[in-house]
């Protein structure tokens, strides 16, 4: 079973950067699109952003392109979030998830693996 653990979540300043990290265990990593997701309280959890196994196509959601940055190392089992320019709107719990031999959905029913979620909260 596939198993993901966030971490590099907190307070920040609106303008400031945060990068999330998600580390995966127990699966062979490259054989996974990673995406990340984040939900905020009384919303619906939303698309960010998502890479494919091998790091050569990414795709992000309009709220954060020019700003966010998804990046994966296959040989840390990891996959990163830099995130820029934070706005008080990205406050949200950030989610990793792991689709096997997937390209890199915004759907979050494509995932089957999913982390416990990292807070991400931006000051105004």
């Known amino acids: 079973q596939v198993q993901l653990v966030e971490s590099g979540g907190g307070l920040v300043q609106a303008g400031g950067s945060l990068r999330l990290s998600c580390a995966l265990s127990?699966?062979?990593?490259?054989?996974?699109?990673m995406g990340w997701f984040r939900q905020a309280p009384g919303k619906e959890r939303e698309f960010v952003a998502a890479?494919?196994?091998?790091?050569?196509?990414?795709d992000y959601a309009d709220s954060v392109k020019g700003r966010f940055t998804i990046s994966r190392d296959n040989a840390k089992n990891t996959v990163y979030l830099q995130m820029n320019s934070l706005k008080p709107e990205d406050t949200a719990a950030y989610y990793c998830?792991?689709?096997?031999?997937?390209?890199?959905?915004?759907?979050?029913?494509?995932?089957?693996?999913w982390g416990q979620g990292t807070q991400v909260t931006v000051s105004s």
């Open positions: 998830a792991a689709d096997y031999a997937g390209s890199g959905s915004n759907r979050a029913d494509s995932y089957e693996g």
């Open positions: 127990g699966r062979t990593f490259r054989n996974y699109a």
């Open positions: 890479i494919s196994w091998s790091g050569g196509s990414t």
